[in-house]
């Protein structure tokens, strides 16, 4: 094998120049790739989390649940529960009546309704029905100073009849020392059989309207006192709110969600406070309360 000549030195040393800026340019496109995958990978990211911070925000302020899109019965939400069961006191008394109407009717020779050896307060609804939907709250917001709940469902009347978002007795619990609550949603949203009525319920409704043919609501307050319809407007109180909504302006005595579900709500504490014989006197016996009382009783 000869010497390198000159010409063939001059000729590797190009070659292997070309090969250096061959590699240095693939390490380029490899880098520009890797940047660009990157920037991609960023802004997927980002709008990643963009997406969960709206989606936060919007849950947080009562909209875009599932349940207030299609209405249906879901468990309540457990800030919606405690917004409503946990009305303070004070708010009660500077609400006093608000802005309902009292809407009970005495009723007059009839026995004692009791259950469990305590009196008893029936109610009679249907989850479709917007004075239902209007009334739940209120008489929720009231059961609640004499007693507990556990198991409320939150869903809203049927679309065709109001849409209100509201709260659903089915399935749910009550307890208290003090009274019996009896919850029978009798229908669905959709107007479907949902809970039948006992023999001695339909006795007692029949007994106190007068007629066999159900309408909604109907609450006897130990037969003592009966109601037919709700306290306030729902339609134009509640219209499109959220249950998160509502409930959120429950503690604002001046809000008039307040004036109207918690007004209604002592109107139904006194109700119930004559059921009881004024028990427990903490609550029964507050001015709010008397005052509703005096009314009723001069009806």
Known sequence: ???ETNKQRRERQAATVREKAAMARAEQKRSEQRR???TVLSSVVVLAIVGVLIAVVALNSGGGTTNDAS??????DP???QDVTSIAPATFATVGAGDAQLG???LVNKPPLTKDGKPELLYIGGEF???CAAERWSLTAALARFGTFSNLSQ???AKDDGDL???SFYKSTYRSKYLTFTPVENVDRDRKPLEDLSSDQKATYADATGTGQLSFPFLDYGGLLMQQTEGYDGVSVLGKLTQKQIAAQLSDPTSKVAKAIVGEANNVTAAICMMTHNQPSSVCVSPAITAITSQINSA
């Open 155 to 157: 869903m809203r009347s």
């Open 129 to 131: 029905c917007p004075i």
């Open 71 to 76: 209405g249906d019965r879901v468990a309540a």
């Open 104 to 106: 009970l009717t005495k």
């Open 1 to 3: 094998m000869g010497r």
């Open 36 to 38: 660009r995958a990157l």
């Open 79 to 81: 800030t919606v529960v």
């Open 165 to 167: 978002a509201t709260l």
